[in-house]
């Protein structure tokens, strides 16, 4: 089975700290997403890698950034964290982009930035 | 674009009653892929069917199945014969064509009661 493993299930930040979400797989896929959900607004993409050292925007960009240096981790960097980025992230990854592609996902990380 | 539509935010079906849940999409893609997800309170997401938009026969996976109405633009969830386990968030998503990443509704709290 696929395994995508999440660094913190739960986490508790300062705002203006520097925040890093880490997201490791472990079946050599090619593609790996990071999404954010809030109540009553489903997951929303942040940023997606679909090969090492190569990163995509998503729908919400703004106030994040990424880091694929080796194919099995993907990681999420909040610069300089703000209190409207609580949320819960969430991890991703498939090995193709066929339209029949599902997603691997991990157990989240539940992010409250006071 | 891809756009998801998911109307109910919260649903009830007693246990051993059958329940749909509602999923209507807007793509301009000729091909596109689409797909139910389960995230019960645990936080992981768990993927439940998948339909193709050309495959002739609606998808079926155990007590889950896909209502496909293409001409509607509708994918709707249908759960036979409820389990209290059943009790859970559930998201609606599609893929289209050009590598597109996975968009995400804003899902449905199912409630099953005993």
């Known amino acids: 089975d696929v395994k995508v493993t999440q660094s913190s299930r739960y986490l508790v930040k300062r705002t203006g700290e520097k925040v890093f979400l880490e997201c490791v797989q472990d079946?050599?896929?090619?593609?790996m997403f990071w999404y954010r959900q809030d109540p009553g607004l489903g997951l929303r993409l942040i940023y997606f890698?679909?090969?090492?050292?190569?990163?995509e925007k998503g729908d919400i960009p703004e106030g994040y950034s990424v880091s694929r240096e080796k194919k099995e981790r993907f990681s999420l960097i909040l610069e300089s964290a703000s209190t409207n980025q609580t949320s819960m992230y969430l991890c991703?990854?498939?090995?193709?982009?066929?339209?029949?592609?599902?997603?691997?996902f991990g157990s989240g990380t539940q992010l409250s930035v006071l | 674009a891809q756009k998801i539509t998911q109307t109910q935010p919260g649903m009830f079906v007693q246990e051993k009653e059958a329940v749909t849940l509602d999923c209507t999409y807007d793509?301009?893609?000729?091909?596109?892929?689409l797909f139910w997800y389960k995230q019960p309170s645990s936080g992981e997401m768990i993927f439940l069917i998948y339909?193709?938009?050309?495959?002739?026969q609606n998808a079926t996976e155990g007590r889950y199945s896909l209502n496909f109405q293409k001409a509607r633009k509708s994918a709707n969830l249908v759960i036979s014969a409820s389990q209290l386990g059943d009790s859970a968030m559930y998201f609606c998503?599609?893929?289209?064509?050009?590598?597109?990443?996975?968009?995400f509704g804003k899902g449905t709290r199912l409630s099953v009661i005993a």
């Open positions: 991703a990854s498939s090995q193709g982009t066929g339209e029949n592609e599902k997603l691997f």
């Open positions: 079946m050599d896929h090619e593609n």
């Open positions: 890698s679909y090969d090492v050292k190569m990163k």
């Open positions: 793509t301009s893609d000729p091909s596109y892929g």
């Open positions: 339909q193709g938009s050309y495959d002739q």
């Open positions: 998503a599609m893929r289209g064509l050009r590598n597109t990443p996975l968009v």
